[in-house]
């Protein structure tokens, strides 16, 4: 066994570890689906963390130490966050956030059934006097890293600008194949750039109710059990009594989707899955997701997939 930290508090006792050697463990999360973390130790109190989770279950975040600073960007999926204050609010495909131990969500989900990204850690009082010199000569003040995002009010979210974008690309492009002395150099330049941020490119992050996202989450339930039908959003909303404009504000803020665009999507994508099954007939797939007649089906079949129902099952 290598001495590369597994600190079972940050996992939860479900979690159990996969691999580990002197500077990388690998970790199984323990939820529903998968869960696997891959966790690099970089410097002393310096970690980074790839996360590849394909699972609707809501997981608690675990204790943390109190000057943490965590730096999370999401390759694909959407990652939703729960604060101790009851609100809700998403890091979206494409996006990243910076986040101090006091604002580090309480529980974490993936409302897309998926999510895979990476987080850099920075346990500021793990750092050791070492890291903290070889910082100060680039320089990077680590001490001082996050103080102009407000990160002692808030969670900080942005769209990612193009030199962190590539950095990240280079990061995932790595995960596999690099050694432990690639993920330092480009950490340092993260770190970096990061340092140069200001206040001013954070985008204005919506939070939202929590019992707005638990009802806005049951309608969605509602819609795809109930495919076959034509079914009124106004009408559900109505019932769930929210209003109909908030309903889909915070749809779109859940799924990254209008709620329409997101059944489409999520019909076609069942469809596709049983064509290629090849179990039923076309036909009777199309009654299945509510269309009345299978060329309106093919239609919004082909907008979707870019060729028609019988074409893709045949490919398959």
């Not at 943390?64 to 101790?84: K, L, S, V």
């Not at 590539?166 to 340092?188: C, D, N, R, V």
């Not at 059990?225 to 559900?236: A, R």
């Amino acid at each position: 066994m290598g001495n590369a930290s597994f600190n079972q508090d940050w996992y939860g006792m479900q979690a159990k570890v996969l691999a580990q050697s002197d500077d990388r463990v690998v970790v199984d999360y323990g939820c529903k689906g998968r869960g696997i973390v891959k966790n690099y130790n970089l410097f002393e109190g310096i970690q980074l963390c790839f996360l590849d989770f394909e699972s609707d279950e809501s997981m608690e975040t675990q204790k943390f130490n109190p000057d943490i600073i965590q730096i999370t960007h999401c390759q694909t999926g959407r990652y939703e966050c729960e604060f101790a204050n009851h609100t809700v609010s998403y890091l979206p495909e494409g996006y990243f956030s910076v986040a101090a131990t006091e604002h580090l969500p309480v529980s974490f989900s993936f409302p897309l059934g998926k999510y895979y990204g990476v987080s850099l850690v920075i346990d500021r009082q793990a750092l050791s006097d070492g890291t903290r010199r070889m910082m100060q000569t680039i320089p990077i003040d680590l001490d001082k890293i996050g103080t102009t995002l407000g990160l002692e009010t808030r969670w900080y979210v942005s769209d990612t600008p193009a030199q962190l974008k590539h950095l990240f690309s280079e990061l995932y492009s790595a995960a596999e194949t690099e050694p432990i002395g690639y993920f330092k150099i480009k950490a340092i330049e993260l770190l970096y750039h990061m340092d140069q941020l200001t206040q001013i490119n954070g985008c204005d992050l919506k939070y939202f109710d929590k019992k707005q996202i638990q009802t806005t989450k049951a309608i969605r339930e509602y819609l795809i059990s109930h495919l076959d039908e034509k079914v009124s959003l106004e009408q559900l909303a109505k019932e769930a009594h929210l209003n109909l404009s908030v309903f889909h504000l915070v749809f779109s803020h859940i799924y990254g989707d209008t709620p329409y665009a997101y059944l489409k999507k999520y019909k076609m994508n069942l469809a596709a899955q049983w064509l290629s099954e090849d179990k039923m007939k076309i036909g009777d797939i199309a009654l299945e997701l509510g269309y009345s007649n299978a060329s309106k089906f093919a239609k919004a079949f082909q907008s979707v997939y870019g060729m028609l129902p019988k074409d893709y099952r045949k490919n398959k």
